[in-house]
């Protein structure tokens, strides 16, 4: 099952969509790999079977990496029937995949030319599956260098590389391919041409209702180096009331202004020692991010004192409701609800309390958020409660509705998250009572968790009962 998952069907497959395939199209360092992993989370995060098939990974895993750029060239015929062989190796999987019930399978290549892109159509309708290309057009240089060098040097044909020659083989290898690249004319097939990702979107032919959704969610994207923080609420004056609203106590405005003036002094530091250049960077613009909760608020005005940085309110960042758990312990709840609670422990996910919200209730209300936050080109400060961070969390790593509950969000910490190509880096922060004696190398340390991994830091605990007293 996935968080965001409307409803179960017998075969699997939602929307009445049938299978689809998306095909990608474009030249290298235009950003589809980067597209290709975001669809695939998000639609997985509306309980659609999806899966990425890169052409990319087939070749290493059949031939490795231990090639020169040449290699790729369409120009290269002693390599053609090599080529062929590997596209069609991730060809024939994906479609065995469909057969096995998969809804939306993502393929990753180039597929540059009309003759390629027929072949696939064909394939694909032999099956009866549905196809839709993905189209990536950049003619912004700026673009395809900050490409290169933030996601293709980062790739595991290039472990071991010095980044100069790492970029200079890249360019290389996309040089070979431009002469014999062509755009999609045929008005006939349904596609999306992404113009320099996200700058302009052409919609061609697109029907149904799911491929609408994927239309839309494209629209949201881009693929340009942000940061993503999350940090708890602080305390409040009751904090076994959701009803009472309590405003900060005293200790949460001193957690609140302590964020504050670690956060900004963190990115300080982090501009100062960027490596990306040799003079001082001014870090990207921040907007804040909170709920209409008092405690979630009135953490987030802090930054107010600060006109450069955007305070926003979002009612749909609320914490989950607790029903006829508020104000109430675990003891008590356990004793006045002992059936609810065992149903709780089995699906923590789905289960509610009487009058209370689930985690799916929380999941699918989140969602305008998420198509925010994809959209969002600044730095995002999420200040919100434990259970909103959980679903945003699991969203951005593709954790499934099993690990959202039970995962921890450590007191006093701020979550810094990188979303990239091919992981997502994530560095945790210990928000100190004051800046004296900060190590900031220590604090600089980052953990990279592939996408879709469950973070090896210990940070998962068995909950089940309301978040308001977990």
Not at 361 to 385: G, M, P, Q, S, T
Request: overall charge neutral; glycine content about 6%; hydrophobic content about 35%.
């Amino acid at each position: 099952m996935y968080p965001g998952q409307l409803y179960k069907t017998e075969s699997g497959r939602l929307f009445h969509a049938g299978a689809i395939a998306i095909i990608f199209v474009g030249l290298p360092a235009r950003g589809k790999t980067h597209v290709s992993r975001s669809l695939s989370r998000y639609l997985h995060w509306l309980g659609v079977q999806t899966k990425v098939f890169s052409v990319g990974n087939y070749r290493r895993q059949i031939i490795g990496v231990e090639v020169t750029n040449d290699f790729f060239s369409p120009a290269n015929k002693d390599t053609a029937d090599l080529r062929k062989q590997i596209a069609n190796a991730c060809l024939d999987d994906m479609v065995q995949w469909f057969a096995g019930g998969g809804q939306v399978g993502i393929l990753d290549g180039s597929n540059t030319t009309e003759e390629r892109r027929q072949e696939l159509v064909e394939r694909f309708k032999s099956v009866n599956v549905n196809y839709m290309f993905i189209e990536s057009i950049c003619d912004n240089p700026q673009i395809i260098d900050t490409n290169i060098r933030s996601v293709k040097v980062s790739s595991p044909d290039y472990v071991g590389w010095k980044d100069t020659d790492a970029v200079s083989d890249f360019k290389r290898r996309i040089e070979n391919h431009i002469p014999y690249y062509t755009t999609i004319t045929d008005l006939t097939q349904s596609f999306v041409k992404l113009i320099n990702v996200g700058e302009k979107i052409i919609v061609n032919n697109v029907q149904g209702f799911l491929q609408s959704k994927i239309v839309y969610y494209l629209m949201h994207l881009h693929i340009s180096p942000r940061k993503i923080y999350f940090a708890k609420n602080g305390v409040s004056l009751n904090e076994h009331s959701y009803r009472a609203d309590a405003p900060l106590s005293p200790a949460g405005h001193r957690y609140a202004e302590n964020l504050k003036t670690f956060l900004l002094t963190l990115r300080e530091n982090q501009a100062l020692n960027s490596p990306s250049t040799s003079s001082a960077e001014a870090p990207k613009p921040l907007t804040v991010w909170t709920s209409s909760r008092k405690r979630s608020f009135q953490t987030a005005a802090h930054f107010l004192d600060h006109e450069e940085i955007i305070v926003r309110q979002r009612s749909v960042l609320c914490e989950r409701n607790p029903g006829v758990c508020d104000l109430m312990t675990p003891e008590e709840i356990e004793k006045k609800y002992p059936d609810e609670c065992e149903r709780a422990k089995k699906d923590p996910y789905r289960h509610r309390f009487p009058r209370a919200e689930s985690y799916y209730d929380l999941a699918n209300r989140l969602e305008k958020v998420i198509l925010e936050l994809e959209r969002e080109k600044n730095d995002v400060l999420i200040v919100a409660h434990e259970s909103v961070i959980k679903c945003l969390y699991g969203y951005l790593f593709g954790l499934s509705e099993r690990d959202i509950p039970s995962l921890e969000i450590p007191e006093g910490v701020l979550l810094e998250l990188v979303p990239t190509a091919y992981t997502t880096e994530e560095t945790r922060h210990v928000i100190p009572d004051s800046l004296a004696g900060v190590n900031w190398q220590l604090q600089a340390a980052t953990f990279l968790t592939l996408a879709g991994k469950v973070p090896a830091s210990p940070v998962f605990m068995d909950h089940y009962l309301p978040d308001s007293f977990t």
